[in-house]
């Protein structure tokens, strides 16, 4: 059984992602990575092809799905469908620490029109 204690860790839009499956590291369907973001940060509104669940470890972040806001506790799932505009926001003085999960391959694109193809997610 592949166990895998260190991610590859990457930046992007003021937050970090760890990531610990995907096809870069061997798998051909799933991706599963680790998103911490800052105290006071503001994400990136995208939109997801591909469908995402995140599960929060920590922190108290504010995720906007389709533009509605979810103020979101420790243990909170959100399943986000695709092609839907997602954004997530750590409004507290602490930081925020969540775990995705989505379908290799996984693309996004911002409201600026920029493709984003996340390399946690190839």
């Known amino acids: 059984m592949p166990v895998v204690t260190q991610p590859t860790v990457h930046g992007m ?18 991706c599963a990575w ?10 990136t509104a995208h939109r ?10 920590g922190g108290e972040p ?22 839907s505009e997602v954004r ?4 507290g003085m602490h930081e925020a620490t969540l775990w995705v999960t989505a ?5 996004a694109t911002t409201v600026s029109g920029q493709q984003i193809s996340p390399p946690w997610a190839q």
């Not at 003021?14 to 799933?30: A, H, M, N, Q, W």
């Not at 911490?36 to 503001?42: D, F, I, L």
């Not at 997530?88 to 409004?91: E, R, V």
Request: aromatic share 8%; proline share 7%.
């Open 13 to 30: 839009h003021g937050s970090l992602f760890e990531s610990f499956v995907s096809p870069s590291r061997g798998s051909t369907e799933l």
């Open 62 to 83: 504010v995720l906007y799905l389709d533009g509605r806001p979810e103020a979101l506790q420790v243990g909170a799932v959100v399943f986000v469908p695709a092609d």
């Open 103 to 107: 379908v290799a391959g996984l693309q």
């Open 34 to 43: 680790r998103t911490v973001v800052g105290p006071t940060q503001q994400g």
């Open 48 to 57: 997801v092809d591909r469908e995402e669940i995140f599960l929060v470890l």
């Open 88 to 91: 997530l926001d750590n409004p």
